[in-house]
C-alpha cells in the first residue's frame, strides 16, 4: 500500500495492484471565494498550489468521491477526470450529480463493494457535531468513510471529513485498521467548532486505534482549516505519538 497525498483531501492511493484517487480538488490555487461563515473566508481556495502534475494525478484506475462539497469534488475535477473514468460514491444522490456532470461510469459504496479483488466498504461519519447538524446541517450533508480489505494487504480505514465520535470509534473496533487516514485540519465553522478531526481527536483515534499508524490529510490547504501540520508535528511529539503518526506535506508518499 501507498499513500501519497496530493493536496486537500486528496490522495493517490496504490492499494492491491490498483491506483485510486479519493477526492479530487484539482483548481489553481485561490481560483475560488473562501467558505462563506467559515472561519478565515477572505481567503481564497485552495491556498496552495499542487506539487504534481495532472498526468500524474489523473494516471488512476478509479476514483472515490466520498461526498460532493467543492473542497472534495471541484469543479476543476469535473472539467478534467476523463468522463468515463469509474468513479465511487457515496450515495445515489451524489451518483446522479456526477453523472449529471457527464460522467457515464459511476457505482454506488455499499457494505460490501467488489473492485477487482479490492473490497470497499462504506463507513459513516459525522461531518461536525449534533449542535452543528442542527443549526446547518444540509449544507455540512451526508459523508462517509471507506474501508479497503484485500488478502495481500493490510487493512486502511480512510476516516473521511468527521469529527471524533462514536461511528468512528465503532469503525476503529469492527475493522481493526493496521492504517487509518485522518482529514484533521481543524476546519472551523465560527459559533459552531470543528467539522473535520482536531488535533485532540488525532489524540483519540491514536489511544483507541493501537496498532494501526495514523496519516493527517485535509491540510493547510483550504480557508476555515486552522490546524497547522507544524501545529500537529508539535502536539504529536509532545503527547509521544510520533511512532505512530505520520503528517505528510503535499506530494510527499508513504508506503506501508
Not at 5 to 16: D, F, K, P
Not at 22 to 34: F, I, N, R, S, T
Not at 53 to 75: G, S
Not at 135 to 157: A, N, P, Q, R, S
Amino acid at each position: 500500500m501507498k499513500i501519497t497525498q496530493v493536496r486537500n483531501a486528496t490522495l493517490i492511493i496504490e492499494y492491491a495492484g490498483k491506483k485510486i484517487l479519493v477526492d479530487p480538488m484539482l483548481a489553481e490555487k485561490g481560483a475560488y471565494p473562501g467558505f462563506e461563515g467559515t472561519a478565515n473566508s477572505d481567503k481564497r481556495n485552495p491556498l496552495a498550489d499542487l506539487t504534481m502534475t495532472m498526468d500524474e494525478i489523473l494516471a488512476v484506475d478509479a476514483l472515490i468521491v466520498t461526498h460532493l462539497h467543492p473542497d472534495h469534488w471541484d469543479e476543476a475535477a469535473k472539467n478534467l477526470v476523463p468522463k468515463d473514468k469509474l468513479i465511487f460514491s457515496q450515495n445515489q444522490d451524489d451518483a446522479a450529480a456526477i453523472q449529471a456532470a457527464g460522467f457515464s461510469n459511476t457505482r454506488v459504496l455499499e457494505q460490501n463493494t467488489e473492485f477487482d479483488g479490492i473490497t470497499l466498504i462504506k463507513t459513516p461519519g459525522q461531518h461536525g457535531t449534533d449542535q452543528a447538524y442542527a443549526m446547518i446541517g444540509e449544507i455540512l450533508g451526508k459523508v462517509c468513510g471507506v474501508v479497503f480489505k484485500h488478502k495481500d494487504e493490510k487493512t486502511l480505514y480512510l476516516a473521511g471529513d468527521t469529527i471524533w465520535n462514536g461511528y468512528v470509534e465503532e469503525n476503529l473496533k469492527a475493522y481493526q485498521p493496521d492504517v487509518v487516514v485522518l482529514n484533521c485540519g481543524d476546519a472551523q465553522v465560527p459559533g459552531l467548532g470543528s467539522i473535520i478531526m482536531n488535533k485532540e481527536d488525532v489524540r483519540k483515534v491514536h489511544g483507541a486505534a493501537p496498532q494501526a499508524m495514523l496519516v493527517a490529510s485535509h491540510m493547510e490547504a483550504v480557508n476555515h482549516s486552522m490546524l497547522s501540520r507544524q501545529e500537529l508535528r508539535e502536539y504529536s511529539e509532545a503527547n509521544g505519538m510520533t511512532d505512530r503518526l505520520l503528517v505528510p506535506n503535499d506530494g510527499e508518499a508513504n508506503t506501508f
